[in-house]
């Protein structure tokens, strides 16, 4: 075992502060953009989990975000078939709809907007997510019926069993779902029949977005790139993993999510290299008459700052391990809450390098407090 592992275990209290500022700081970046991919993957994750392998757009869509409906020419859609890899397309809708509930005796009334969502609910529909259970395609199967998110319930006041008005439309609510929640918008899930009867069907020469299902879904990008060169400029057929990327970047872009996340790693990077480095300053300071006497043994100050370089290293994978743990405690509270947070693996990375950045960072701004090992501070 190193000394500066040694000293870091032996000494722990005086060292404490740093870990936690470092978790602290991990957690607090951490916790922001998991709840921003999360309001993300909420937003798009019927698309996401679909069984379609490539997405049909309009021309100049870049992406989903900032928009309730993607409208293309009812005219393509036979185009779609001419690949032979594809073998079922099919329209998909989202729309935002006025929600009324019914309340009960002692119940409060509740006027809201509802982001309606087609799904078909027969079996292998390319409309269908393949995490949907088989209660909620049940569900939708049964005529003017919806389903719910779970963390929607409280929001639009109702649940299981309740009646509700939907665009001036007695629907009920049929089953629950988890998974898709929407902080922006209550997100509410329908069948194609009841789209149609609520009013909200794109119709006549204009169709929704359509979703694509192939035989051989290794061939996607040689689909995507036969349909976008017959386009004529009328549609963009995207991957859907290429479109889950563009809504992310999209999203990412938006001023405010950009200030949020601006603010949380400037202010995390602030927290983490003051706290951090001060306290190892203090515990170098405090250590100064052990330093003193590997100087008198021969120990050179090149080899000293090694060990207060090591420990700096050693204090990062402590709070490394402690913002682990405290992310994982925010993730459980947020599943337990409804809320979702998604952190994708490459975010995780980067944010692991900061914080080890922050804490060698620390430990080099406090190699001046080793100037006073002198061996003649042994005699004071």
């Known amino acids: 075992m190193s000394l500066a592992l040694a000293t870091l275990i032996h000494e722990w209290r005086r060292y404490l502060a740093a870990v936690i500022a470092l978790a602290f700081s991990g957690v607090l970046i951490l916790a922001q953009m998991g ?5 993300l993957r909420a937003f798009t994750a019927t698309i996401d989990r679909s069984p379609a392998e ?7 869509a870049q992406s989903l975000m900032g928009t309730t409906e993607a409208v293309l020419p009812s005219r393509i859609r036979p185009r779609m078939y001419l690949h ?5 397309v099919d329209t998909w809708e989202f729309k935002v709809a006025e929600w009324t509930n019914i309340p009960g005796p002692g119940e409060k009334q509740v006027r809201a907007f509802a982001r ?22 049940r569900a939708l199967e049964a005529p003017l019926s919806l389903v719910l998110d779970a963390s929607s319930t409280a929001k639009l006041g109702a649940k299981v069993g309740d009646s509700v008005i939907v665009q001036g439309q007695t629907l009920q609510v049929a089953g629950l779902v988890t998974g898709y929640a929407n902080i922006e918008l209550p997100t509410a899930f329908v069948s194609r029949d009841t789209l149609i009867r609520l009013g909200l069907m794109t119709g006549g020469d204009q169709t929704g977005l359509l979703l694509l299902k192939l035989k ?11 349909l976008n060169e017959r386009s004529n400029g009328e549609y ?27 603010f949380s790693l400037v202010l995390a990077v602030l927290i983490g290299i003051g706290i951090t480095s001060q306290t190892l300053r203090g515990a170098v300071a405090s250590n100064i008459r052990e330093f003193a006497s590997l100087r008198a043994l021969g120990v050179s100050m090149p080899a000293l700052r090694g060990v207060v370089v090591e420990l700096s290293f050693w204090v990062g994978v402590a709070g490394l391990l402690g913002a682990a743990a405290l992310t994982g405690a925010v993730m459980a509270a947020a599943r337990m809450t409804n809320i979702n947070m998604s952190l994708p693996l490459p975010y995780v990375g ?14 080099f701004l406090s190699l001046g407090a080793l100037s006073r090992s002198q061996p003649a501070e042994l005699l004071r």
């Open 35 to 39: 709840l921003m991919t999360g309001i």
């Open 54 to 60: 490539i997405i049909i757009l309009p021309p100049k």
């Open 84 to 88: 032979p890899e594809v073998t079922a």
């Open 116 to 137: 309606v969502a087609m799904v078909d609910p027969a079996p292998g529909s390319v409309t269908l997510p393949v995490d949907f259970p088989e209660s909620a395609r």
């Open 216 to 226: 051989s879904p290794e061939r996607a990008a040689e689909v995507r790139d036969f």
């Open 236 to 262: 963009r057929a995207w991957l859907r993993e290429d479109l889950s990327e563009a809504n992310a970047e999209a999203f990412m872009q938006e001023q405010v999510v950009g200030l949020l996340l601006g």
């Open 350 to 363: 980067g944010v692991a390098i900061l914080l080890m950045a922050i804490s060698l960072v620390s430990g």
